[in-house]
């Protein structure tokens, strides 16, 4: 089960990805396995050496009861020392935003696909939409060959 940031690719331009680890509570992972939730509109930050996603959408698990968590509360992802200071440099000096792309499980363990994004102008997103058309077209006169 894969959760893609489709409006990542549009608005951004993705430099690299890294695969992250997540830290979640155990409602958390189990809303996660029954596909209700979003990151669409999260992203994340770095303080004090830690890389913290934010605005990440977990809906409630409904057997939860007491121990239900916060719906869009600040989670901590898991990387090594040396790539959270290669990420820090780039966010600080070159100005890159770090946005999640994908949300996916490898061997029962939820990962997130961190992207080194440069945000897309206007005309940037014009430009990628002419491209998606003509790729579009090319493949509906191939399935007609």
Not at 119 to 133: Q, V
């Amino acid at each position: 089960m894969e959760i893609i940031n489709r409006k990542a690719k549009h608005d951004y331009f993705v430099e690299s990805e890294i695969e992250c680890g997540i830290v979640l509570k155990g409602t958390e992972i189990k809303s996660i396995r029954n596909g209700s939730c979003n990151i669409k509109d999260s992203y994340a930050v770095i303080k004090n050496n830690e890389v913290l996603l934010l605005n990440m959408f977990i809906a409630r698990y409904d057997e939860g009861n007491i121990f239900n968590h916060d719906e869009r509360r600040t989670r901590k992802l898991l990387l090594h020392k040396r790539e959270i200071i290669k990420l820090d440099e780039k966010v600080k000096l070159q100005g890159y935003t770090l946005v999640p792309l994908k949300l996916y499980f490898v061997k029962n363990k939820a990962k997130i696909l961190l992207g080194v994004c440069k945000g897309k102008k206007n005309f940037d997103k014009r430009e990628s939409i002419k491209e998606k058309d003509l790729q579009r077209e090319a493949r509906k006169i191939e399935k007609y060959k």
